[in-house]
């Protein structure tokens, strides 16, 4: 279970102190989280706080009950904490089984390894032994990453905008991989996203905006409030894939 405790977070802008995110609380213990927002409301800010990358300027973040607020993103990876970049990084050099093996954590077969493709939707003999290079399109990159994050079947995996750079065929592919995954994965999902597609699949929805918590309930009470606001705003919550 993640708890935030009045997490806040500035950062100076032409010598004044300018807040990205305001006192924000919350538990998050459910199989799959999603949140909104509009763009510049605070949530990569919020993701990159919950992985490690950036530490908040107030408040505390306890995982299962241990304070992690001090920890780096490599200490709170080793306590469970997954997190996937809007843009994952390619690593010339190493091929695919490697970085599911490293995932792992332990020396795993390639029977094993082709599994965890399988379950990302990808045909493993094509893939296996291929570098992680630039050959690779974002969307076989992001069903790639996934397939990591469930091989290290960590406690917390958090997806910042996985839709971002990716074409609608595999946005469509990759809505299919989170359903799937939301059935396999022992632990929690928390996914940053404007897309309806993923909000409908979530299980509980929370809106940030202007750095605090607007709303925050069970996908049924919240996603219909989100598309009947006027056009602007539902646009910018939930986007289109172009």
């Not at 993640?2 to 807040?19: A, W």
């Not at 996985?162 to 809505?175: K, V, Y």
């Not at 598309?227 to 539902?234: A, K, R, Y």
Request: net charge negative; glycine share 10%.
């Amino acid at each position: 279970m993640l708890e935030l405790q009045h997490i806040s977070y500035d950062v100076e802008q032409d010598g004044d102190n300018k807040g990205i995110l305001h006192d924000i609380s919350l538990t998050i213990n459910e199989r799959f989280v999603a949140i909104t927002g509009p763009n510049g409301g605070g949530k990569s800010t919020l993701a990159k706080i919950i992985a490690g990358i950036l530490t908040p300027t107030q408040g505390k973040i306890l995982l299962d009950g241990e304070d992690i607020t001090g920890l780096n993103i490599t200490d709170r990876a080793r306590r469970g904490i997954s997190f996937a970049f809007q843009q994952p990084v390619r690593f010339k050099g190493l091929t695919v089984k490697d970085l599911i093996t490293l995932a792992s954590g332990k020396n795993i077969g390639v029977p094993e390894a082709c599994n965890y493709l399988s379950e990302v939707g990808l045909c493993a003999k094509d893939y296996i032994d291929r570098e992680v290079d630039a050959s690779l399109s974002g969307g076989e990159l992001k069903r790639i990453e996934i397939a990591m994050i469930m091989a290290r079947s960590t406690k917390l995996s958090v997806f910042d905008e996985p839709e971002a750079g990716i074409d609608l065929w595999s946005f469509t592919n990759l809505i299919q991989v989170f359903e799937h995954l939301h059935e396999k994965i022992n632990g929690s999902i928390l996914i940053i996203s404007h897309q309806e597609r993923i909000l409908n699949i979530a299980d509980r929805i929370i809106v940030l905006a202007d750095g605090k918590v607007q709303k925050d309930g069970p996908r049924k009470d919240i996603l219909p409030t989100l598309l009947g606001q006027t056009p602007d705003v539902c646009s910018a919550l939930t986007g289109k894939v172009r």
